[in-house]
């Protein structure tokens, strides 16, 4: 299987709103909800902030939110702050009992 | 609350063999699936295996098809990693993680650290 494919970087200044994309095939983040997005800062474990493409566990800000459209996901950070500063890491299932993860976003907060 | 506590990483040679643990608690560790993660120094995250609940179906990511085998004792609340023949590419960050019903990777452990070196 695959990894999704994302940017390798991304930024944007405190305030303003960034979007990271996550594209993947028509067998995995096109076929199914099973779409997830993780934070993960530097030398800590992943976290889940986003699950079936637009659900947001609890405690997670609503400045995150995700979306799809056919083959590529998207997680949208808005009004950004310094602790956004991290590495964004989006999942899907696809297919066959498999789970891919896409390559990794280094977010920067200017 | 959940907790997921990996132990059992270290340095091994290439060809030998390591087992990995998970101790869980917070949550009724019968009712749910688990998965372990690995992550490359530096890079990227990787599935690599799934368990159900019951521990009656179990997958595994093709890098480690036929390699690595997943076991849990529901006795211990303790997730289990069995990597044989292990390759220098295989060094990484082990996560345990809890699984949400459903294909995500909901609550992870801090990862143990396994280096394949000669």
């Known amino acids: 299987q695959s990894a999704l494919t994302q940017p390798p970087s991304a930024s944007g200044s405190p305030g303003q709103s960034v979007a990271i994309s996550c594209t993947g095939t028509?067998?995995?983040?096109?076929?199914?909800?099973?779409v997830s997005w993780f934070q993960q800062h530097p030398g800590k474990a992943p976290k889940l902030i986003i699950y079936e493409v637009t659900e947001r566990p609890s405690g997670v800000p609503d400045r995150f939110s995700g979306s799809k459209s056919g083959n590529t996901a998207s997680l949208t950070v808005s009004g950004l702050q310094a602790e956004d500063d991290a590495d964004y890491y989006c999942?899907?299932?696809?297919?066959?009992?498999?789970?891919?993860f896409g390559g990794g976003t280094k977010l920067t907060v200017l | 609350q959940v907790q997921l506590v990996e132990s059992g990483g270290g340095v091994v040679q290439p060809g030998g063999s390591l087992r990995l643990s998970c101790a869980a608690s917070g949550f009724t560790f019968n009712r749910y699936g688990l998965h372990w993660v690995r992550q490359a120094p530096g890079k990227g995250l990787e599935w690599v295996t799934y368990?159900?609940?019951?521990?009656?179906?179990?997958f595994y990511g093709d890098s480690v098809k036929g390699r690595f085998t997943i076991s849990r004792d529901n006795s211990k609340n303790t997730l289990y990693l069995q990597m044989n023949s292990l390759r220098v590419e295989d060094t990484a960050i082990y996560y345990c993680?809890?699984?949400?019903?459903?294909?995500?990777?909901?609550?992870w452990g801090q990862g143990t650290l396994v280096t394949v070196s000669s």
């Open positions: 993680g809890r699984d949400k019903f459903g294909w995500v990777v909901e609550y």
């Open positions: 999942s899907s299932y696809a297919g066959n009992n498999n789970l891919v």
């Open positions: 368990i159900q609940n019951d521990g009656s179906k179990k």
């Open positions: 028509s067998s995995d983040v096109g076929a199914y909800k099973y």
